[in-house]
């Protein structure tokens, strides 16, 4: 079963408006990740924030993660066509051995149109 | 600098007939994994390997082995394919493990089709 659920499954936006997404799961975890996926492309890390932090930025991008509600939120800031892709986040479960499986939601698909 | 390469890129198989794909990766990475992407479901972690000569099973192992044999390549084989086996494979690699570090460093995919 998945862990990290997004939210919403697809998003269509205009250059330069922002684009807000949410991930929510189900379990205490370590750490959350965010990843981007062009069209028939690999993933791309984009972003990871601890358990212990409440927001992390990079660039354009924004990552909060509220702990208690269990549920993180990815904002791109004035949104290019570039940023067209779909977005996952993925969960690591907080485990007792040293491995840290992570579990991939289904993806928000954002299409930023000019 | 490559990065992790997946080969083949596309591939159609008949029913019961066996492959497998290779994935290599140039960074020296001890963590390595095979996931598949199914339209709706995320990514699914078939196998993975933290290290030469090492493997274990993720969430969706059945019908599929894995070997490593060197540390760069972590191969997926599928002895007697099925149509509920199309989908796209990806590859990962990590420096260390994923619930510590984080960022994977994923291959382009490899798109199987089985008839």
């Known amino acids: 079963s998945q862990q990290g659920e997004e939210d919403p499954q697809a998003l269509s936006i205009q250059e330069g408006e922002n684009a807000t997404m949410n991930c929510s799961y189900k379990?205490?975890?370590?750490?959350l990740q965010w990843y981007r996926q062009n069209s028939g492309r690999g993933l791309v890390h984009l972003i990871l924030?601890?358990?212990?932090?409440r927001e992390k930025h990079s660039g354009r991008l924004r990552v909060t993660l509220d702990t208690s509600k269990k549920s993180s939120s990815l904002l791109i800031t004035a949104s290019r066509a570039a940023d067209t892709a779909s977005y996952f986040c993925a969960t690591v479960k907080k485990t007792t051995d040293s491995w840290g499986k992570l579990q991939f939601g289904a993806g928000t698909q954002v299409v930023v149109t000019p | 600098n490559a990065g992790v390469t997946q080969t083949p890129k596309f591939r159609v198989l008949k029913t019961g007939q066996s492959m497998t794909l290779l994935c290599a990766q140039d960074m020296n990475h001890e963590y390595m994994y095979w996931y598949r992407q199914d339209p709706g479901m995320g990514l699914r972690l078939i196998h993975y390997s933290v290290g030469e000569g090492t493997t274990a099973k993720g969430e969706v192992p059945d019908g599929y082995n894995v070997s490593r044999l060197k540390k760069q390549n972590f191969l997926l084989g599928l002895e007697s394919a099925a149509p509920s086996q199309t989908s796209v494979y990806f590859c990962?690699?990590?420096?260390?493990?994923?619930?510590?570090?984080?960022?994977?460093?994923f291959g382009e995919g490899s798109r199987l089709t089985v008839l």
């Open positions: 924030i601890r358990s212990n932090e």
């Open positions: 379990t205490s975890i370590n750490n």
């Open positions: 990962a690699s990590s420096l260390l493990a994923g619930g510590h570090t984080g960022e994977l460093f």
